[in-house]
């Protein structure tokens, strides 16, 4: 499975998301405080944090990439571990995914026009509705 894109954890533990952020973000905290479901003899893996102290720590400092991507990297391991984990975690993401704003971790963005002469350039995000250049 591939990770979680931090960008859209950040956006969700912040809250830039709205209410159905705020949703969806409860949902992980739940969803990372079961207990993995592990055979009787496997051990915790050496420096494996648990996801659960992961989603306070970003919660803690929303705007923490650091944090932000070590929770990707720790629900990704995982949900390598635990199939049930994976399969609740990859239905979790395909709705966090279609939320307006979440993926694109809020307000960061990055704009550039580099050489020559540029006409009719137009920078946005987020339009609801259309643009006339007219």
Do not use: K
């Not at 893996?45 to 992961?54: K, N, P, T």
């Not at 307000?107 to 987020?126: C, K, L, M, P, W």
Request: aromatic share 2%; hydrophobic share 40%.
């Amino acid at each position: 499975m591939e990770p979680v894109a931090a960008e859209l954890l950040m956006a969700l533990a912040s809250g830039t998301a709205g209410a159905a952020g705020q949703n969806l973000w409860e949902r992980l905290r739940s969803l990372a405080q079961r207990s993995p479901a592990r055979e009787p003899d496997a051990g915790q893996g050496d420096g494996e944090a648990a996801v659960g102290e992961l989603v306070t720590a970003l919660d803690e400092d929303a705007s923490d990439e650091e944090r932000a991507a070590r929770l990707a990297e720790g629900l990704a391991l995982r949900a390598r571990q635990d199939p049930a984990f994976a399969e609740a975690l990859a239905l979790w993401r395909r709705e966090a995914e279609q939320l307006p704003g979440a993926s694109s971790g809020g307000s960061a963005q990055h704009q550039e026009i580099s050489g020559g002469t540029q006409h009719n350039v137009v920078f946005t995000r987020d339009v609801h509705g259309s643009i006339n250049l007219g």
